[in-house]
Structure formats: structure tokens, C-alpha cells
């Protein structure tokens, strides 16, 4: 079936992300608080909002935030969170391989997990407006924005203590975030258990950040994979 | 508004390898084939990297810490939605900080 690319396609892209933004507001709430509890001002909290979009590789840098910022620490704490992206651009290829131009690279730029996500389900029903994924990014990038800057706005406004509450949201992000991706014990106890193991044995170390990080994700992940692939050798008859 | 040079940079570094695994990603899987064992790691990263970040996020805070995380954690398994999952954490925090903890 033909791809399109057209302003209506856009447009239901836009309008069908509304509800996604309910998710994605209160992290970027969160990130602004975090950055500016960070020091932080509020044009450098817009403007990593604005050219990195993606809340978990923030919220991830910021925890490894010093002044003045470890630029190779924070370099890799985004390549290391945002190496799951790579993957979901060739996900998509359904409509981006349809796509030249402006139109493939700026789709790209806001691509995230929610619009991702949406956006097979919308074609796996029927959409073939490649056009629909860059209204859903363009929308979740101006809300993404707009609440990092009213959370950095609103810590400044109340101004918290570094010990306050609000503060373990960043915890919180993660913990949620590590649920959602349960998919059952016996699949994901033994890589979850390698990776916070390998984590705390180079911290442990002093190993300096990210390394204790590193340590764990890629201990873990080749567990994963090697279990992957004995369950797939199994699986043959 | 301050901008200062070293933050700027910084922040210029995490957005270019952030377009990097957006585009640049697509770009290198759109023109070669990579091996099954590089696609396994990679779809395999995300969970125990933030398995890694919450075992040493938790090992610097305290006992209250965990019992949030906990009740984040179940929130999120009954509601499936990260803004009241990170709500009831920070809740629970608060609570158990209120009560002396």
C-alpha cells in the first residue's frame, strides 16, 4: 500500500498524542525541578529539553551532574540511555524508508518511546500517513518542553531543599520505568539481578561515574542475549 | 536566562549522541545487515540498565527509599501509568519522612 505524507496525516497525529502528553508531563515536571535543583538555569534546562527530548538520558546526566559538567560523563550517560533508539528508528521503517529529506531526519529528531510505541499500532490498523509521527513528536516535543520549563519555573518558585520529597521523583521515574518493561521472572530476574550486581561491584571498586552504570547494562544485557539465544537453540527441533 | 559555555557544551554533546542513536542508528541498520548477537544485546540494554540505575540509586539513600520504590513499584504494575507511579513514590517518601523515617 502507498505511503503518504500529508498536513491531515500530521494532524491526526497531533490530536491522537493528546492524551499521551498526560504521561509525559509530569516527567518533564520532574526534569525541570531535578535541573534546577542541578543549578541549572532556565534556558539550559530549555535548551537540553528542547535538543536532547529524552527524559530518561536527563534525568540519568543530571544525576551524574557536577560543576563544571564531566561533558565525556554526560556524553556517555546519553549514549548509553539512548542506545535503545536505535533499534526503533529501523522499527518504523514501514514509513521512514518511504521518507527523503527534511521530512525522514526532522521525523527521526522526535521520535521517542510513547510516539514509537503509537505509531505501530496506528499503522498495524491502517494508517499510511508517515506524516502521523512527526505531528505525535512535534506535539510530545512541545509539551516535553513547556513542562521541563514550568518544573524548573515552579522549583524556583516554592524553592526546595535539596532533602525534599519531591526529589525522589527521579528514583521513582526509574523504578516505574523499569516495571513497565517486566516481562517475567524467568526471563528478567537473572539479567536484572547480573546488571544491579555488576553495578554495585564497580561502584564497590570506585570505579568513577558512568562506569559502575556501564558495568551493569551491558552485564545484564549479555545475559539477556546469550539466554535469548539458548531459548531460541531450545526452541529448535 | 545565563547560558554559561562549559553547561552549553555539555548539553550540545548529549543532544548530538542522542541524534546519533535516533538517525544515525536508523541510517547504519537501513544500510547494513548487523549481526544477530549485536541486535540481541541491544534490544536486551534497556531493562538492566535501569535495573543498574535503581540498585545504585537506592545503595546511596536510605531504608525509606527502598519502601517508596516499592510502593512506586506497585502502582505502577496496578495502573500502567508513570505519572501516578511516580506520584505514589514521592508520596510514600513523603509519608515515611513525615513519620520520622
Known sequence: MRVVFTWAGMWRGVRRGVPLLLGIIPFGLVVGVISLGKGLSLAETLLMSGLVFAGASQLLALELWSDPPDILAVAIAALVVNIRMVPLGAALSFWLNHLRGWRLWSSLFVTVDHSFALSVAEHRA???DAAFLLGLGILTWMGWVASAGAGHLLGAAVALPPSHPLFFAATATFVAILVALWRGPRQDIPPWLAAAAAALAAQALRLPAPLPLLAGAFAGALLGA??????ARGARP | MTLRWDVTLA?????????????????????VKTPPFVDAL?????????????????SRQDLAAVAASLACAAAQLRWRNFGVSIGVGVAAMAGLRWAGM
Do not use: D, K, Q
Open chain 1, 226 to 231: 546469550r539466554m535469548e539465544a539458548r531459548a
Open chain 2, 42 to 58: 541491544l534490544r536486551n540494554l534497556p531493562a538492566p540498565l535501569f535495573a543498574a540505575y535503581v540498585a545504585l540509586a537506592l
Open chain 2, 11 to 31: 548539553i550540545l554533546a548529549m543532544g548530538i549522541v542522542t541524534y546519533l542513536c535516533r538517525a544515525g542508528g536508523y541510517a547504519v541498520l537501513r544500510a
Open chain 1, 126 to 128: 491502517g494508517e499510511r
